[in-house]
């Protein structure tokens, strides 16, 4: 996952959060039109050089979280412009295509995430983590490939991609938070 770096000490940073919003600010200021960022994690409104705001970071989110779930980006291209085409243009294969075992639930959340059009993804980060927060609510919720009984320890439970996945969204959300923050 190329925007997520990792410490000495293995702590997992997130970058390229608020990015997107820095320079589309520039490209407004100047006129001068600029794309930056991963392309396999550019949202579509970014491929095509409309204004970005934090729905563009959830895309990238979506981008990340598809391929912790599945294992694969959901576009591939090595051309640059047909990779934004297909980031415009394309519906994502679900992800239960490549892994049947995940649940509904996060297939669902990822292809949010993955909308076309930034209305149709979560709003902000924070209804996003509302929305994690609720698939831990349920005692019994499958998450990614096992179903969570109440009795068994949470360890054996989760596999460890799952982990990651977690960590991830944890570190999103807090990312989000600190770039909501800075602006006041």
């Given at each position: ?123 902000s980060a924070g209804e996003f983590a509302q929305e994690i927060r609720e698939m831990g609510k349920k005692k019994t919720e499958q998450i ?41």
């Amino acid at each position: 996952m190329d925007n997520i770096l990792y410490r000495a000490d293995g702590t997992a940073v997130l970058a390229d959060f608020g990015i997107a919003r820095a320079v589309s600010g520039y490209a407004s200021a100047t006129g001068v039109n600029m794309t930056i960022g991963t392309p396999h994690y550019l949202s579509p409104e970014q491929a095509q050089g409309r204004p970005l705001d934090g729905r563009s970071d959830l895309y990238a989110l979506g981008v990340t979280l598809y391929k912790a779930a599945t294992g694969d980006l959901p576009f591939r291209s090595t051309d640059w412009f047909e990779l934004a085409r297909m980031h415009v243009e394309d519906p994502p294969d679900p992800p239960r295509l490549r892994r049947p075992e995940l649940s509904r639930r996060l297939e669902k959340v990822i292809l949010k995430c993955l909308a076309k059009h930034p209305d149709d993804r979560y709003a902000s980060a924070g209804e996003f983590a509302q929305e994690i927060r609720e698939m831990g609510k349920k005692k019994t919720e499958q998450i990614g490939v096992f179903a969570l009984p109440a009795e068994t320890p949470v360890a054996r439970r989760i596999p460890p991609w799952m982990l990651g996945v977690a960590g991830v969204v944890v570190i999103a959300v807090v990312a989000a938070l600190v770039v909501l923050l800075a602006k006041r």
